[in-house]
């Protein structure tokens, strides 16, 4: 029996196998693929091959020399201008942020000084941050700030949220711009985000706005597995009359 669909026990090998998962805690292992099949009396490609459907699903992950583990549910993202660290707490997530570097300097790529409508000489603070939830990598985002605006931004303060520091400045975003596209992660996202070369990742830039002043220019990327992005839609034109 090599098809995942077929039954056996009443359910498919698909079922069964889905319905152990689920009974798991994030980060417990399924039993080996040779144990399951002999339990559900069918051939170990059958059982790889319903693994295979629950990967795809995002329910599962096999790691070589670890095995199969359970996942945690998505963390559902609103894209919208809001916190990071307060959308993993919605979550029940503990929120951590590693700051990978930090840097204050004039060389920045030309599209963060178009998008901050700064002069070449003008300063921005740029940070390289891994943020987590439960130990958990979720995203590696890279920041540009002016600054100009928050000269009290320095490594400690990189390590809490940018957006409660700038609403203790009083520039907390109230506009901007996000876009979000598709793609395969490069070697460094793979290495610091603990995900296969063949799993697609989110990839993120928002310009943030403060009353008109450009306060905030990021990248981020995001395992897709990982979220499920929202867009609150709101009606704001009315439609001609027929």
């Known amino acids: 029996m090599l098809d995942p669909m077929a039954e056996t026990g009443g359910a498919t090998v698909l079922e069964r196998v889905r319905a152990l998962a689920t009974e798991l805690a994030p980060g417990e292992l399924l039993p080996s693929e040779r144990t399951l099949a002999a339990e559900l009396g069918v051939a170990r490609m059958t059982v790889r091959g319903a693994i ?34 307060s959308a993993v707490r919605e979550h029940g997530l503990r929120p951590e942020t590693r700051v990978l570097s930090y840097a204050r300097g004039t060389e920045r790529p030309a599209e963060v000084s178009a998008q901050l409508q700064l002069d070449d000489g003008a300063e921005t603070v740029h940070l390289r941050r891994l943020r987590l939830g439960d130990d958990r990598p979720l995203a590696l985002e890279d920041a540009w700030l002016p600054t100009m605006l928050v000269p009290q931004l320095d490594r400690e303060a990189a390590e809490g949220s940018l957006y409660e520091l700038l609403e ?41 706005l403060s009353h008109g002043v450009p306060v905030e220019y990021s990248r981020v990327t995001f395992p897709a597995d990982r979220y499920e992005l929202t867009f609150p839609l709101v009606e704001r034109l009315s439609l001609p009359q027929s």
């Open 52 to 85: 295979d459907v629950l990967e795809r699903e995002g329910l599962v992950r096999t790691r070589r020399g670890v095995g199969t583990e359970r996942l945690p549910p998505p963390v559902r993202l609103p894209v919208r201008l809001r916190s990071f660290a």
């Open 168 to 208: 203790s400045l009083e520039l907390l975003p109230t506009e901007g711009v996000e876009v979000v596209t598709a793609a395969l992660p490069n070697a460094e996202e793979i290495a610091m985000l603990g995900i296969a070369a063949t799993y697609p990742v989110l990839r993120l830039t928002r310009t943030a």
